[in-house]
């Protein structure tokens, strides 16, 4: 039965929410961790804790699951036909979903409603069409033989997500793992796990058999590590930081070298030449590159390289644009920004904003934190100018509303600044010249270049980054499905 967001928030102050594991046997662990709403920072239900041994469990059944092949042995179209009957209960089901996002992450409902939740339905949409419309190849072996070049399911797919966009992160994972057959784990972010438990259990309704799609909730030391390290899980698809990312590259290589893929940090550059045209789209896509989602987006344009004669006009037409970005409770519809994910991270942003004054940088605009709001976790979108390519703000990813501007004269400097960084997930420019167009976005190293926009591409076109903001293959696109299929050659003699 499908429920309000109303009701959603009622459930977080009755202290009910609840997201559990979904691994089809018993004997599970009963631990469970208090979760909080980053809104007012109270108690709004519990999640379980898993241990390795949960994860044991999980993949054990998989692994059956996947030998036994009751999902990926089913035909392709009807591989399909399930996972539609799972995006219309989405459907049904999002505004509920939405509401779940919200309080749990403390995404602004009007964002969750519009955004997230579309986005993830359109995910699986888009990926069941692809079970039977992916082919395979023949070899040009001439008469001696037949060369089939034939794609597989990897078999046991882990799936680990970050908290910033729960339900839609879920999507990019899960829908392209299971669509080709595998057996998928997903172990959600501890501090969001409300959307990723209806998600599975709306799939469960739909038809997805349980042993096919698990979830095992708690710790990133405990479950993800477990995960990570087990010698049965053949790949593990990762989303969240560089940092957890690394780890995932040594717990494979301390196992059984399992498929990892990573989708990191970002610390993007945006790019203002001085032939841009600054109308108020540009500077409605430039606000939102560094500041939707509260910057806790990984393609999060944080650094902004602009041309010093565009400058003063430029930095005068953001803080304009910036007065419609409402600082508010998550709960209201025309709220921009809500607080951050939670008081660690909340206080790394501020330590960002203090080190940003502290090493010379100029603070143009925001800069406060409101403690007069909920938890208290609440910082205005700031930017800084002035900040040059040595200091902490241009080098590190925030993830929080700290906006770094720095100038250039050249082209040629604008294109050293960009890709000045140890990231390479997003980057995009402004100019109206098409051969600087070209020219630029041939050579910023980054996963997506968008010219005279913001924009992560869409469902069709692969998401990933170059240097360490990725590793190993790319989410969306038809290029995602390749993470989770291996290659196998069938080779008939005459
Ligand atoms: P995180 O790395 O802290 O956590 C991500 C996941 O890893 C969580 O499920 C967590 O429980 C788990 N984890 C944490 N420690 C672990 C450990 N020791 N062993 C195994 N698993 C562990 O990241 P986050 O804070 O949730 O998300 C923010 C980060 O994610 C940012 O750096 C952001 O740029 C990145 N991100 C990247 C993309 C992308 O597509 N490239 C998208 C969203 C977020």
């Not at 600082?327 to 951050?340: H, R």
Request: aromatic share 8%.
């Amino acid at each position: 039965m499908s429920i309000t967001k109303e009701q959603v928030f009622e459930q977080g102050k009755q202290q009910t929410l609840w997201a559990g594991h979904l691994i089809a046997a018993d004997n599970l662990s009963t631990a469970t961790i208090d979760n909080y709403t980053p809104i007012n920072n109270t108690l709004i239900g519990q999640i379980a804790s898993g241990t390795s041994e949960d994860v044991d469990i999980a993949v054990r059944v998989a692994r059956d699951s996947f030998e036994n092949g009751e999902w990926r042995h089913l035909a392709p179209a009807e591989r399909k036909a399930i996972m539609q009957r799972w995006c219309v209960l989405m459907l049904e089901h999002s505004e509920e979903l939405a509401a779940l996002d919200c309080i749990d992450a403390g995404k602004p409902i009007t964002e969750c409603l519009n955004t997230d939740i579309p986005a993830t339905i359109e995910t699986f949409e888009w990926y069941a069409e692809t079970a039977d419309k992916v082919f395979g190849k023949v070899a040009p072996t001439g008469s001696a033989a037949l060369g089939l070049i034939v794609q597989e399911p990897i078999g046991v797919v882990g799936a680990v997500l970050p908290w910033n966009f729960p339900a839609q992160m879920y999507a990019w994972k899960v829908a392209p793992a299971l669509i080709m057959g595998n057996s998928v784990i997903v172990k959600p972010a501890e501090l969001t796990s409300l959307s990723a438990y209806r998600l599975t259990e709306l799939a469960y309704e739909a038809g997805v058999p349980k042993e096919a799609l698990q979830m095992v909730c708690g710790l990133g030391e405990n479950v993800g590590a477990a995960l990570g390290r087990h010698m049965d899980v053949d790949m593990v698809s990762f989303t969240g930081s560089t940092e957890v990312g690394r780890l995932f590259l040594q717990y494979a290589s301390e196992s059984n070298l399992k498929e990892i893929v990573l989708e990191c940090g970002g610390k993007s550059p945006q790019v203002v030449f001085d032939d841009a045209i600054l109308d108020e789209a540009a500077i409605n896509n430039i606000l939102t590159a560094a500041f939707w989602n509260m910057s806790e987006n990984c393609s999060c344009g944080s650094r902004l390289i602009v041309h010093s004669s565009q400058k003063e006009s430029l930095l005068s037409q953001l803080k304009k644009g910036l007065k419609a970005w409402k600082v508010g409770s998550p709960y209201e519809s025309d709220t921009a920004i809500g607080p951050m994910i939670e008081k660690t991270h909340f206080e790394k942003v501020c330590h960002y904003l203090k080190t940003a004054k502290d090493e010379g940088a100029t603070l143009i605009v925001g800069g406060s934190i409101r403690e007069d709001l909920g938890s208290g976790w609440y910082i205005e979108p700031t930017i800084f100018d002035n900040v040059s390519a040595d200091m902490t703000l241009f080098k590190e990813e925030v993830f929080g509303p700290l906006l770094a501007i720095t100038s250039f004269e050249t082209e040629d400097e604008a294109i050293k600044l960009a890709n000045e960084t140890n990231y390479g997930l997003a980057a995009s420019f402004y100019t109206q010249n098409i051969k600087r167009a070209y020219r630029v976005a041939s050579s910023i190293k980054a996963g997506t270049v968008s010219i005279n926009g913001f924009s992560e591409g869409d469902i069709t076109t692969p998401f990933g980054g170059y240097k360490q903001s990725g590793f190993g293959g790319r989410d969306n696109g038809l290029e995602a499905l390749a993470q989770y299929t291996q290659t196998k050659t069938i080779w008939v003699v005459n």
